[in-house]
C-alpha cells in the first residue's frame, strides 16, 4: 500500500516521463507483458487523471508467451510469437486487438517486430519497459538514444530490477558508450538526462 506522499512522487515521475515522450516526438510507447504484470500488481488510486502522451499513436506490448488478459484495448498493438496459445491468438481476434507475429520459440524477433512496426508508420519508439525488454534491446544494438530521469529517491535491494536486466558482458570492448545530447533539471529536484549512442 502506497502512502499519501509516494502516491504524490510515483504520480509526478509518470507525468514527467510522459511528458519528456512528447519531447522527444515519440509517436508510441513501448514495453513487455512483465512490467505490465508487475505493476499492474500495485495498483494506485489516482486522485485525477493522469498525463498521458500526446504524440503517442499507440502502446505497443511485447507479450511472447501471451500471458495477458486484455482489458484496455484502445490504441493497443500487441507483438507476440507464432507460438503464442491458440487461446491468446482468440482473444486477441475477439477483442479486435491489432496485433503482430515476431519470431517463435524462446524470444521474440525483436528485429523483425521493429520492421514490421516501421512497415506500419511507427519511426521513433519510446521503450518504456522493465529491464529484461530494456536489456534485450541493448544487447542487440536497436537503442539509438538514452534518456533517463534521476528522482531524488533511493530504493537499494539484492534484488532491485535494473534499468537494463541482460545477459553479462564477455569483454569490456562491448561496454556501450554513450554522448550527452542534454541535461536538466525537471520536477521537483529530478534530473533528466539525455544521451545518444557513440556510433
Not at 508510441?28 to 500495485?42: D, I, P
Not at 504524440?55 to 508467451?65: H, L, P, T
Request: net charge negative.
Amino acid at each position: 500500500m502506497y502512502q499519501n506522499g509516494q502516491k504524490k512522487e510515483l504520480m509526478e515521475m509518470h507525468i514527467l516521463s510522459h511528458r519528456l515522450y512528447d519531447d522527444l516526438e515519440c509517436v508510441a510507447l513501448l514495453s513487455g507483458s512483465e512490467t505490465l504484470m508487475v505493476y499492474g500488481n500495485h495498483w494506485i488510486e489516482l486522485e485525477k487523471s493522469v498525463y498521458e502522451p500526446k504524440k503517442s499513436k499507440a502502446y505497443i506490448v511485447f507479450d511472447g508467451r501471451g500471458r495477458i488478459n486484455w482489458y484496455q484495448t484502445d490504441g493497443l498493438i500487441v507483438v507476440t510469437r507464432e507460438d503464442a496459445p491458440p487461446a491468446y491468438f482468440e482473444q486477441l481476434e475477439a477483442k479486435e486487438i491489432t496485433y503482430i507475429i515476431a519470431g517463435k520459440d524462446d524470444h521474440i524477433d525483436l528485429t523483425l517486430a521493429l520492421q514490421k512496426l516501421y512497415e506500419m508508420g511507427f519511426r521513433k519508439l519510446g521503450l518504456s519497459g522493465g529491464g529484461a525488454i530494456n536489456g534485450a534491446f541493448l544487447r542487440q544494438g536497436l537503442i539509438d538514444e538514452i534518456s533517463i530521469v534521476y528522482s531524488p529517491l533511493v530504493v537499494g535491494g539484492r534484488r532491485t530490477p535494473s534499468l537494463f536486466d541482460c545477459d553479462e558482458l564477455q569483454s569490456v570492448h562491448e561496454i556501450t558508450k554513450l554522448d550527452m545530447i542534454q541535461v536538466k533539471l525537471v520536477g521537483s529536484g529530478s534530473v533528466w538526462v539525455h544521451y545518444k549512442f557513440k556510433q
